[in-house]
Nanobody, 123 residues
Framework: QVQVVESGGGLVQAGGSLRLSCAVSGRIDRTYGMGWFRQAPGKEREFVASIGWSAGHLYYADSVKDRFTISRDNAKNTVYLQMNSLRPEDTAVYLC????????????????WGQGTQVTVSS
């Protein structure tokens, strides 16, 4: 079994920064592709960023490009999402996803998901 746990969410003013972490643990036999998604109340889950097993294959949603940076530390089985210049429209539950074979923008292709961490940006 594989567990995915997010942390680092919170309340921040517009223009501020937060760093989310996502730790993968359990029966890990390879380096996983990882993705960040978010879901705001009443809205569908949307892709934010993803990173391949070797830290290549980086993808970002247009809405976060040049503000958010995804990175990973394979020794710690952890992925990070550095979020700068936050806006009220970034308010959502941020979910981390992991997959042993895939890293991309399609949520349905990820096998493991965390419970999410709330990010609230006040204006």
């Amino acid at each position: 079994q594989v567990q995915v746990v997010e942390s680092g969410g919170g309340l921040v003013q517009a223009g501020g920064s937060l760093r989310l972490s996502c730790a993968v643990s359990g029966r890990i036999d390879r380096t996983y592709g990882m993705g960040w998604f978010r879901q705001a109340p009443g809205k569908e889950r949307e892709f934010v960023a993803s990173i391949g097993w070797s830290a290549g294959h980086l993808y970002y949603a247009d809405s976060v490009k040049d503000r958010f940076t995804i990175s990973r530390d394979n020794a710690k089985n952890t992925v990070y999402l550095q979020m700068n210049s936050l806006r009220p429209e970034d308010t959502a539950v941020y979910l981390c996803a992991a997959d042993p074979y895939f890293a991309g923008i399609v949520a349905a292709q990820y096998e493991y998901w965390g419970q999410g961490t709330q990010v609230t940006v006040s204006s």
